[in-house]
């Protein structure tokens, strides 16, 4: 094979081989099927330049290779464009999460906030029902107190009619002895 003379512009050619014969098209009058048989593909060959400094080199190569190849770089492409896109979709999600994470150290803090009331709140709880326990047993205490007063003045109370009677009789038995001049 060789490559026909290049025109302005063209670096090399390729050749490629024809292709494997194909079955002529069917017509609506043929009722018969003929099974053709084709000759198998032979590999296509393809020229790649490399260049070198000033000078260009021509490699062939078989192109089921070459394709396995390109198709290994072409996937290995895809995966970093595809990972620089995740990137620049998860910038964003960094940046609500950063937000979330700022919004979770607040509720943590309002927690720990609320805790800290609700502890207040329980020992102040506490600290007046035992103060109204306290309060509780001095009323309780100053109750039986005042009820013994009020006993023990009801008991003078009654001590100071009695003697006021005494006193009321001796005066009454004291005016009668008065009054007649005699003792009775």
Not at 16 to 24: C, I, Q, S, V, Y
Not at 41 to 57: A, M, N, T, Y
Request: charged letters at 35%.
């Amino acid at each position: 094979m060789t490559c026909p003379e290049a025109s302005l512009g063209v670096i090399g050619c390729s050749l490629r081989p024809l292709g494997p014969k194909r079955a002529p098209s069917a017509t609506e009058d043929e009722e018969e099927v003929e099974e053709i048989e084709c000759e198998e593909s032979r590999p296509q060959v393809i020229c790649i330049l490399h260049k070198w400094g000033d000078e260009v080199v021509v490699v062939e190569e078989d192109t089921t290779r070459e394709v396995k190849r390109m198709r290994s770089v072409v996937s290995r492409v895809m995966k970093r464009i595809e990972r620089q896109q995740l990137i620049k979709q998860m910038e964003p999600l960094a940046e609500e999460n950063a937000k979330l994470k700022e919004a979770i150290q607040l509720m943590e803090k309002n927690i720990q906030r609320a805790q800290h009331e609700q502890d207040l709140a329980e020992s102040n709880a506490r600290d007046l029902e035992y103060q109204k326990g306290a309060l509780s047993r001095k009323l309780t205490c100053t109750f039986k107190q005042l009820q013994s007063v009020s006993e023990q003045k009801q008991q003078l109370k009654d001590e100071v009619e009695d003697a006021a009677k005494g006193l009321a009789d001796d005066v009454d038995q004291f005016s009668k002895v008065d009054g007649e001049g005699q003792a009775q």
